[in-house]
């Protein structure tokens, strides 16, 4: 079945640093939406990316979206101690409601 | 603050009894899902109601039994659980349109001993 890779695992960094996760698959992906989960809390959603080399900016974070629509990163720009959490790619099928299959998500620690 | 409410946050069931998890969203949203999420593993899809209708299952033990009772509730309810159950168990919702965010519950953790 579909599978979503998502590299690295894990991510420590000191505060100031920058930080990229991937997110990578096999197969031609619908749409890509991007969550957050933070420690002890749920999943939220961050932003979607749904246009073949499209990029999307918020603040520090840089999404964007392969010409194949494959792979997809999330960079952020000087972490802070608020970014520690785990991010989590998901491949979104449409169909009316949206069947979301998750990467294995990559946990950020930042030390200050 | 979520939009999406949980009840209970957390519950300790023993193998052989039976309780319910109560999801509850006025966001008019038409879709509804259940997850179940193990530690430092991302969450995985259990059902898919759209409309009030089960749309998806995803090969879920018959010990885990969905019910829509209308637009806005979500119930999961379970009976004879294994230990390997024991998880975090997500409830979302979203719009019924193409590339809609779904919108998550804070969750209830689920311990069974």
């Known amino acids: 079945g579909q599978q979503v890779m998502q590299i690295p695992q894990y991510q420590h960094v000191q505060e100031g640093e920058d930080f990229t996760t991937y997110c990578n698959s096999s197969?031609?992906?619908?749409?890509i939406q991007w969550y957050k989960q933070r420690p002890g809390g749920h999943p939220v959603f961050l932003i979607q990316?749904?246009?073949?080399?499209e990029v999307k900016k918020q603040k520090r974070l840089t999404f964007q979206f392969g010409e194949a629509k494959k792979n997809s990163s999330l960079h952020i720009t000087a972490t802070q101690t608020t970014d520690v959490g785990t991010y989590f790619c998901a491949d979104a099928f449409s169909g009316g409601y949206n069947k979301l299959i998750f990467g294995a998500g990559t946990r950020l620690a930042v030390h200050p | 603050d979520t939009e999406v409410t949980q009840t209970p946050k957390h519950l300790v069931m023993g193998m052989t009894n039976k309780k319910s998890l109560k999801c509850e969203q006025h966001m008019g949203h038409r879709a509804m899902y259940w997850y179940k999420q193990k530690a430092k593993k991302p969450p995985e899809l259990m059902f898919v109601y759209s409309y009030e209708k089960l749309s998806i299952n995803e090969s879920v033990p018959s010990r885990f039994s969905p019910e829509c009772p209308n637009s806005s509730l979500l119930n999961l309810h379970l009976h004879a659980l294994q230990p390997e159950d024991s998880a975090l168990y997500l409830c979302a919702s979203s719009q019924i349109r193409d590339h809609q965010p779904q919108h998550f519950g804070d969750g209830t953790r689920l311990s069974i001993l």
């Open positions: 990316l749904v246009k073949s080399g």
């Open positions: 197969t031609t992906l619908s749409n």
